[in-house]
């Protein structure tokens, strides 16, 4: 509960009486009990959403970021640059943090894995769990919530913490470059993190490898003494530059031992090495489990075999990642002929396209490709885009993913893996704002069930 004393305090300044109960940043979501944060932009057309939105919506008080014609008089405004601070000291008083030992994962590729393979580690070491990131607000096992996200808003995180955190010992989440930029994870403060790779991606947004670089290093500040910033051994290029940053960046260790198949690729090694090690550091306790009982999260590694065939399904959608995958494949199966079916998202980074059909023309014996989320694009763009990288492998293309995914799997050859690349959990396509239910790995069960 906030009284206008308190939330005056906070604004600055004086409050006609008033109860609120909650905090929201969505329209639809707000009620006569709610202050709601709104974002105004800069176009008249966002002027003008906000005028129907705020006109169809309730509220107790309104913080916006800009002074414009007709604003209720139960509204304040407010620069952006202190909303993550006043959205903060609301959120301390109606959804404080439990007491829990809380952990970060950044980089390009490897965060979904890495925070799952905490959960699990902690489940087997006695310790109750919850993570939030890409595969929605989890415990050990199953999904209790899935917001749709990679990183959910400082507010909606905020919430999540208080409301399934309560009864846990920690909590792990996926801290993007998004979110570390745009204050979703503001002033948390983290017992250990991990940064567990680090290459091209998401220049869309950030529009050089320098401004993507310093988005994650932002974590770094958020790691609360002793705590550590875990770097795999291997990464030694990014140990090397993090260690010039900070005194806090640590190189993993891991002794050798009998793994899983999904864990004895290098880069899932690399993932487990930073899992253990940011465990050990929280709770100063040896890990000491049985690693085979541990299990790829969803659309990670995700491997079925078929006849003397192997058919895989993971969410590789960087040109790093799919390199990685294609590495681990070629590793755990040698003698096998490997087949790559993927394709790129529209309305994202257009230069690492050319660099997957690079990384497909390296490693593949045969190229299938196909649609993954074109949004607005035309997929047959996207797809020529990619072909500017293959120079040597034969290609198939097919824009329609199922009819792309029946080919690959009727050509199948004795001794053969089918990497089916970028979808991985994700159970639907995006076309032009609609999204189309299709999902690799039902595609996969359906087919060896038939």
Not at 18 to 40: A, C, M, N
Not at 234 to 249: A, C, G, R, W, Y
Not at 415 to 428: N, T
């Amino acid at each position: 509960m906030l009284n206008e004393k308190q939330l005056g305090s906070i604004l600055g300044k004086t409050l006609p009486p008033l109860t609120i109960k909650d905090i929201h940043w969505k329209t639809q979501e707000s009620d006569l009990h709610s202050v709601l944060f709104y974002k105004i932009g800069n176009e008249e057309i966002d002027l003008r959403h906000f005028e129907k939105r705020i006109n169809q919506s309730v509220f107790n008080w309104l913080i916006v970021n800009k002074s414009v014609p007709g604003l209720p008089g139960n509204s304040s405004v407010v620069p952006e640059e202190r909303w993550p601070d006043i959205q903060k000291k609301i959120l301390d008083i109606l959804y404080p943090i439990p007491n829990l030992k809380m952990m970060a994962l950044t980089g390009t590729n490897g965060k979904t894995t890495t925070t799952d393979l905490i959960l699990q580690i902690g489940h087997f070491m006695g310790k109750n769990g919850m993570s939030v990131g890409t595969l929605g607000v989890r415990e050990y096992g199953k999904t209790i919530l899935d917001f749709g996200l990679t990183s959910a808003s400082f507010i909606d995180l905020r919430k999540f913490l208080n409301k399934y955190g309560k009864d846990k010992d920690f909590c792990v989440l996926e801290a993007s470059s998004h979110a570390l930029i745009q204050d979703r994870l503001y002033q948390i403060q983290f017992d250990s993190a991990g940064w567990l790779s680090f290459s091209q991606d998401h220049l869309d947004y950030h529009r050089s490898m320098d401004s993507y670089f310093e988005a994650k290093c932002l974590l770094i500040k958020q790691i609360t003494p002793p705590g550590k910033m875990f770097v795999p051994n291997e990464q030694h290029d990014l140990f090397k530059k993090l260690s010039t940053i900070s005194p806090k960046v640590s190189k993993t260790t891991l002794s050798e031992m009998k793994l899983p198949l999904f864990l004895n690729t290098k880069f899932n090694r690399n993932n487990l090495e930073v899992a253990v090690s940011i465990f050990e550091d929280v709770f100063k306790q040896k890990v000491s489990i049985d690693y085979n009982e541990l299990k790829a999260p969803d659309g990670r590694f995700y491997i079925r075999s078929f006849k003397a065939n192997f058919i895989v399904v993971d969410f590789a959608h960087t040109p790093d990642a799919l390199e990685n995958i294609c590495v681990g494949i070629k590793e755990s199966f040698p003698g096998y002929k490997l087949k790559v079916l993927f394709g790129c998202g529209g309305d994202r980074d257009r230069s690492k396209r050319p660099l997957m059909g690079r990384v497909a023309d390296k490693y593949a014996d045969y190229i299938y490709l196909t649609s993954d989320n074109p949004r607005s694009e035309v997929p047959e763009q996207i797809l020529n885009d990619i072909v500017g990288g293959i120079k040597k492998t034969l290609y198939t293309i097919e824009v329609d993913r199922f009819r792309a995914t029946q080919k690959a799997f009727s050509e199948l050859q004795e001794r053969e893996v089918l990497l089916l690349a970028g979808k991985g959990h994700e159970d639907y396509i995006l076309t032009n704002g609609v999204k189309q239910h299709y999902s690799d790995i039902e595609q996969v069960e359906k087919f060896i069930k038939d």
